[in-house]
């Protein structure tokens, strides 16, 4: 039995068909103090399909399902010599979610990292999820402009996708 965009299972639950998936990046260099948190920034939607921002950092879902979120973002460390460090995590709904934290180290100014990985998030609908992050030095997620000397587009400070991974719910 069907009924719009959800169907009636054997066990007798009503669950969602929707797929659902949206493509964001940020075109500004971002910084937070160190030693404080901030929600890593996503200022342009590419496409949008049940999966939407607010708040410039918030990656809301219209339905429930097991999410694929996956970014990639650059990282520079502006000065200094020592090691220092980046850490990056998720949260939903403004709770941290256990053991999903990564810690990226700098051994040198002026070095840049790219961060890269992927989650599977078990949301609900009007759920939302941000990546967060805190540093211990002058580091920054980076955008870089294009370039007309070594041929390249833009360099966004992230790039991130959402896709809902389960055909019907949870």
Do not use: C
Not at 75 to 89: F, H
Not at 139 to 155: D, K, R, S
């Amino acid at each position: 039995v069907r009924d719009g965009s959800n169907f009636l299972r054997d066990d007798g639950v009503w669950s969602d068909i929707t797929k659902a998936n949206g493509s964001f990046l940020d075109l500004t260099t971002q910084t937070v103090t160190s030693g404080s948190i901030e929600a890593v920034k996503l200022g342009t939607t590419i496409f949008s399909n049940g999966v939407t921002i607010s708040n410039n950092s918030r990656i809301n879902v219209s339905y429930t399902g097991v999410y694929n979120l996956q970014f990639s973002m650059q990282l520079r460390r502006t000065t200094g010599g020592g090691a220092k460090q980046a850490v990056i995590w998720i949260r939903v709904n403004g709770v941290d979610v256990p053991n999903s934290a990564t810690i990226v180290t700098f051994q040198a100014s002026s070095d840049y990292l790219v961060t890269a990985w992927n989650f599977f998030v078990d949301m609900t609908a009007n759920q939302y999820v941000e990546l967060m992050w805190t540093q211990d030095d002058s580091i920054e997620l980076v955008t870089e402009p294009i370039n007309t000397i070594i041929p390249h587009p833009a360099v966004p400070s992230i790039i991130l996708t959402m896709n809902k991974i389960n055909k019907y719910g949870n």
